[in-house]
């Protein structure tokens, strides 16, 4: 039914690369004054630009850029097409500042920070492998207290907290949110915690929001995700919750940039959330079976990369894991001098030869930090199980060439 | 696990969080008074014409021709395309954030035709959440702080807190009446050439056009174009082009893109809307179109924002528009029919409006229509708020009539407010029972005492 559809991404972007260089204004003139505010200053490169393009072009397996290629659940599909079929056709119808950043840490918190002309203060979640030689947790990665409070000035204005974090897949624990709930009340800093893995946490840890905290409540903003609660990343619904005081503020920008967000995907994600309160904490609740599938598609890929040699960080909680590469490093030398970081070179070697794609973990540091850690890549195992058993071909394959050359 | 009692009572939501409540109602923020205040980019743009009056309009019983809000039908096609689109599993992930594939081919197909000259689909278009998203992008991408951008009144009135929130200037030119007030059409209503050049100065950097206009309902002539063509060649400045409405035009009125007149494709962003094209306001699709390097700062801006648009959404709509692409010539596609649906609707409307003694001016586009109120000589001296007097009048005309409409005065800089407030805007995209509905009251107007 799709086949008059447009290309698909792939298809579309191997048809540009193989006419590039056309350019529609080529001999047309510019404005001879600067055109770009300088607000966008050092904010242009974007990873994502970068590796889906590649994945798009290179990759068999895409276990790169984080979106399930699973199918979203049916209920929350079925109350789409509910919203839809459902006559109500009004429903298309009208929806020098410092910034805490922990590392690793998504992306896009930097240059969102510096759209906004604050600078971003970094501290590193350090690893303590543990002593047995077993395989680390994403628990084993952790503030230093002193560290973490040495970064709070007068200057401070937020923190930005991921938990579960993104990419390391860490939990952060009561203690540990503790400590910076402890900081942010002692120098009056809000928090701005993302939480859109919320559901996804594995076994039988807990979740804990940080504004429950003691003083919290008043200077948290937490973010949540349709997209990652119900496995719908295209739909792109995102909410903000917090104290009105906050709130307003909030909404104000907002009136004033997109105004409103697509009406039938906000409908169609109330109608999921119905059915989730409905069984909460019930067997059949999206957020119980998700997790519980997601948990044995992590021991399975954690299975997978450690029998090869790979070095996985077992998460407690998203869909993503950390891995170390190191045994592998034979076969993309070093490039002694290079401006890009190992990892990054390490991924794009891993995608164009062995089809298989993943994202460096030197995308989630700052320029400064980029080198910290270069032997790690990170893997979504939100896929199906043909996507998981065709990685795992993949890894098999390579180790073999790799003992029998 | 989400910190919560497990009762909860279906129809209200009330969750009852036992373990929740307890730190959060008592928690007390430190003994420091709470610094975290707006920061100044916000400062001044939290009032909303539309937070006041759709609240006001939200009475099921009132006749709301207020809000640009179609209440017709959207083409089933489009309906039925989104249904069958969510169903495919890849279309509900992530796509393309600078615009998914298959919509930005079918929009540089479209707009390759309309303009006559090519149009890279992946350097030359954003997809945007809107073209409120689209204006966004590019006021962030291109304004700097101390710029001055020139705004013509009466605006769609985001303009204004969107170039101050970029730390710019506006500057304000009034469309002016030609006839002394005595205004038929919206084809009276123009720019003084003169007054125009006096505004632009070494620090424009931009000037905001909107052509159909909200809310007059102007189709900007050849000539008219020309004159402001002229002015930011010589003055080296961008032209802003919110096109939303290009569609909704009129007998013997052609609409015409500034970005198609010689030397100004390189300095125009235009900007267009699913929300107008296919009457589904509600799915939140725009686009920006423009040279790549102009384009490429307002996908800096989008990346570092929002990043994305709906993948469904805009696979629906890449298949909405191959249908009617493959149509372009033919009277029936829909971006011919809407125009000529409206047109009936704006005749009517104009009609029922003179025949209750108010003045209306008809639009050569748009779906808007404003309306000189002044000739019912309705006595609001008494209503001793200081508001503008269109304001009063909708208020009462709300109250009185059952029947809304937006003051235009909302569309106006502080100076300028004098002169527009004996007009009030109707929205005339309405089914025809929202207008049947408004006939009865407007045929009932004057029976009643106001």
């Given amino acids: 039914m799709l086949r008059r559809a447009g290309p698909s991404l792939r298809h579309f972007l191997l048809e540009r690369n193989s006419s590039a260089g056309h350019s529609s204004c080529s001999r047309e003139a510019k404005m001879s004054r600067p055109v770009r505010a300088r607000r966008l200053e050092g904010i242009d490169k974007n990873i994502w630009v970068e590796f889906v393009n590649l994945a798009a072009t290179y990759s068999k397996v895409n276990l790169g850029q984080g979106f399930p290629d699973f199918p979203a659940p049916d209920f929350l599909t079925e109350a789409l097409t509910r919203a839809l079929g459902g006559g109500n056709h009004m429903l298309h119808q009208y929806t020098r500042a410092f910034v805490i950043i922990i590392e690793p840490f998504f992306d896009c918190y930097e240059p969102m920070v510096k759209m906004a002309g604050g600078t971003p203060v970094f501290v590193p979640l350090r690893p303590n492998p543990p002593k047995d030689g077993k395989l680390m947790s994403s628990a084993d990665w952790q503030l230093d207290p002193a560290e973490l409070a040495s970064k709070f000035s007068e200057r401070t204005k937020a923190i930005v907290l991921n938990s579960p974090n993104n990419p390391l897949g860490k939990v952060f624990s009561r203690e540990e949110l503790g400590l910076i709930a402890e900081l942010c009340v002692k120098h009056d800093v809000l928090c701005i915690s993302d939480e859109v893995y919320e559901w996804l946490v594995y076994d039988g840890k807990q979740h804990i929001r940080i504004a429950s905290l003691q003083g919290m409540w008043d200077r948290t903003v937490i973010i949540g995700s349709a997209g990652k609660t119900f496995s719908a990343t295209g739909w792109k619904v995102g909410w903000a919750v917090g104290p009105d005081r906050l709130l307003q503020h909030l909404r104000t920008v907002h009136q004033n940039s997109v105004y409103h967000c697509a009406t039938i995907a906000q409908e169609a994600v109330a109608q999921g959330f119905q059915r989730e309160l409905m069984l909460y904490g019930k067997p059949e609740s999206y957020f119980v079976q998700l997790p519980k599938e997601l948990q044995q598609k992590r021991d399975w890929l954690v299975q997978s990369l450690d029998g090869v040699g790979m070095k996985p960080i077992i998460p407690e909680g998203t869909y993503f894991l950390v891995a170390d590469i190191s045994p592998f490093k034979s076969d993309v030398p070093d490039v002694p001098n290079s401006d890009e970081p190992y990892d990054s070179r390490f991924a794009k070697w891993m995608v164009k030869n062995k089809g298989l794609a993943a994202i460096p973990l030197s995308a989630f540091y700052s320029e400064a930090h980029k080198n910290n850690y270069t032997n790690f890549i990170r893997f979504c195992f939100a896929k199906e199980e043909a996507t998981l058993k065709a990685a795992s071909d993949i890894l098999q394959k390579w180790k073999q060439k790799k003992t029998s050359s | ?450």
Wanted: charged share 25%; aromatic share 10%; proline share 5%.
């Fill in chain 2, 1 to 450: 696990m989400f910190l919560a009692s497990r009762n909860f009572c279906c129809c209200g939501f009330k969750l009852r969080t036992d373990l929740l409540s307890r730190s959060i109602k008592h928690s007390t923020s430190a003994t420091m008074p709470f610094r975290h205040k707006n920061t100044r980019r916000i400062e001044g743009l939290d009032s909303n014409v539309w937070v006041e009056f759709t609240k006001v309009a939200a009475d099921p019983s009132i006749v709301n021709l207020g809000q640009g809000l179609p209440d017709i039908s959207p083409p089933s096609y489009v309906k039925e395309e989104l249904a069958k689109v969510a169903a495919v599993d890849r279309l509900n992930q992530y796509t393309r954030g600078f615009g998914h594939p298959s919509l930005v081919k079918a929009l540089s197909q479209v707009y390759e035709k309309v303009c006559g000259r090519k149009i890279d689909p992946l350097t030359d278009i954003l997809v945007t959440v809107g073209a409120y998203g689209s204006l966004f992008s590019t006021i962030q991408a291109l304004i700097e702080e101390g710029d001055e951008v020139i705004i013509i009144e009466p605006f769609y009135d985001c303009y204004e807190p969107m170039v101050k929130m970029a730390g710019a200037k506006p500057v304000f030119i009034p469309l002016r009446c030609k006839n002394n007030g005595n205004s038929a059409s919206s084809a009276d209503w123009v720019l003084d050439p003169a007054e125009l050049a006096n505004k632009f100065n070494s620090k424009t950097k931009a000037i905001i056009l909107n052509t159909p206009h909200n809310p007059i309902g102007k189709v900007f002539t050849l000539e008219e174009l020309q004159v402001i063509a002229d002015l930011c060649i010589k003055h080296d400045t961008l032209c802003i082009s919110d096109e939303v409405y290009e569609w909704l035009v009129y007998k013997g009125n052609k609409h015409i893109k500034i970005a198609t007149l010689p030397g100004m494709w390189e300095r125009t962003v235009t900007i267009g809307s699913a929300g107008k094209t296919y009457s589904v306001t509600g799915w939140k699709l725009g686009w920006s179109i423009g040279p790549e390097y102009l384009i490429k700062h307002l996908q800096v801006v989008h990346q570092n924002t929002l990043y994305t648009c709906p993948t469904p959404l805009q696979e629906a709509l890449a298949q909405a528009f191959w249908v009617d692409y493959k149509r372009m010539d033919d009277p029936d596609c829909y971006f011919y029919s809407l125009s000529r649906e409206l047109e009936s609707k704006r005749d009517r409307m104009a009609q029922l409006l003179k025949e209750a003694g108010l003045k209306p001016v008809i639009p050569d586009g748009g779906y808007f229509m404003i309306v000189d109120v002044s000739t019912l000589n309705v006595d609001l001296s008494d209503v001793d708020e200081k508001q503008p007097y269109d304001y009063k009048f909708v208020k009462w005309m709300i109250a009185s009539k059952k029947l809304s409409a937006i003051p235009l005065s909302a569309f106006c800089g502080l100076e300028t407010k004098k002169q527009f407030e004996k007009y009030i805007r109707f929205c005339f995209i309405k089914k025809d029972s929202t207008l049947d509905a408004a006939e009865v009251i407007l045929k009932n107007w004057n029976k009643q005492t106001g």
